[in-house]
């Protein structure tokens, strides 16, 4: 699975959007995007995922450059509840598929 | 739908003591994770069981740790002897299948050794 690049921590203000970058210069062409989240002391939870092209669901909206080598998670309207660390996670969709974590970003909202 | 359960939630063991964790997957999710993470760090695979059968174990330190899915429901996740490195929070993980797009976590068991 490819590796990926995240910054170590982020602030964001309560009520504005948190756009969170992820660099995977090294993606596969079967390998989708995921994003996932760790609130303090919980075990992940799953955000979103793609593959090419842009998507959105109730909790977040995931940008994927065309190149695909990089994406970025869109955090509409952040609230507290959002501090948690977030991991972006390259994988391929299969029965070999791995769930490998890096370090995450560590994202902060201040009231 | 109820989730991943895993017992214990709490674990102190002095070092050289073994130790056994337990994982309740969703029902009816074939594939079955179990990582330990590090204060600080994030989650680090040790094994992935698709059914009954091993996936991957190859960051499974097999001189001391052991886990097993019998009948491709449950699961123990077993250290013997523990290090005091072993304190982590060990975390259960199942999905529908290893191609399945969410994985769902349990709580995890903190296992503090000294």
């Known amino acids: 699975d490819a590796k990926t690049t995240q910054p170590p921590s982020m602030d964001c203000a309560e009520g504005r959007a948190a756009n969170l970058p992820c660099n995977h210069s090294t993606i596969s062409g079967n390998e989708y995007v995921y994003w996932y989240r760790q609130i303090h002391s919980q075990g992940p939870q799953y955000i979103i995922h793609g593959l090419k092209n842009n998507e959105t669901n109730e909790m977040a909206s995931l940008i994927i450059t065309e190149d695909r080598k990089s994406s970025t998670l869109i955090l509409p309207h952040a609230t507290l509840r959002d501090t948690a660390v977030y991991y972006c996670?390259?994988?391929?969709?299969?029965?070999?598929?791995?769930?490998?974590f890096g370090q995450g970003t560590t994202l902060q909202v201040k009231p | 739908e109820a989730g991943v359960a895993q017992s214990p939630r709490y674990k102190i063991i002095e070092k050289r003591q073994s130790v056994a964790f337990w994982c309740n997957p969703i029902?009816?999710?074939?594939?079955l994770y179990w990582y330990q993470q590090i204060l600080g760090q994030g989650p680090k695979l040790l094994i992935q069981f698709q059914n009954n059968g091993v996936v991957d174990d190859s960051q499974l330190p097999k001189d001391r740790f052991s886990a097993e899915r019998l009948k491709g429901v449950d699961s123990t996740l077993k250290i013997q002897p523990a290090k005091l490195e072993d304190s982590a929070v060990y975390l259960c993980?199942?999905?529908?299948?290893?191609?399945?797009?969410?994985?769902?976590f349990g709580q995890g068991t903190r296992l503090t050794v000294v």
């Open positions: 029902s009816g999710h074939a594939t």
């Open positions: 996670i390259v994988r391929v969709t299969s029965n070999t598929g791995k769930l490998i």
């Open positions: 993980a199942s999905s529908l299948s290893a191609g399945d797009t969410e994985a769902f």
